[in-house]
């Protein structure tokens, strides 16, 4: 499986790299809908998308998994999207909605996914060995949840044919040991992802 890797000497540059991504489908398409991922890794993008509001108008956000908790919640992904970006939440598809598997339903594709991983080898919020982790990578609901005691919080997840709608997808990989995960490894969620958009996913790799 040939994939297409592009490596980055700064996460800021990483970022960046993503932005002008964005900024170039977004010539094409004015309204776009954009997957994003929680964590440490895409915090400098959200900076940059909060220098430039102007762009984003009629941009349609939704975040790759969410933690059951309050938005103002510094643990809340899409709370944090909301705080480094200035984003208007009129902009943001809320996991938390009581309706967000029908307005899931009514997206036929997404624009782009910017997707993170984590060293265990898990995306969104997709871990190895969760009751639902077979559920999320193989059924074709759009959303699945995990209340496993080993996580610190329950989670609600986009599923891998969720994220699979998207025509454009790229992957961080922000350290040696998640690059090393993916070359070296095998059998983990991430790789489910690799084997099934390797037509249309590129890493971003970042030491």
Known sequence: MNLINKKFKKIEDLNSNIFEEILSLMEVNKSPHLILSGGNSPRYLFKIISQNKKYFKEAIFLMSDERVVDTEDPNSNEGEFIR???????????????RITQKLKNITSYDIAIVGMGEDGHFASIFPDCKNTSKALNSSNNLVEFEDEHLNFSRISLSLNEILKSKKIILIASSKTKQSVLKCQSGLPIHDLLKRSFSRITIFNCD
């Not at 480094?84 to 009581?98: E, R, V």
């Open 84 to 98: 480094f970006s200035n984003i208007s939440k009129d902009n943001l598809i809320s996991l938390h909605d009581k």
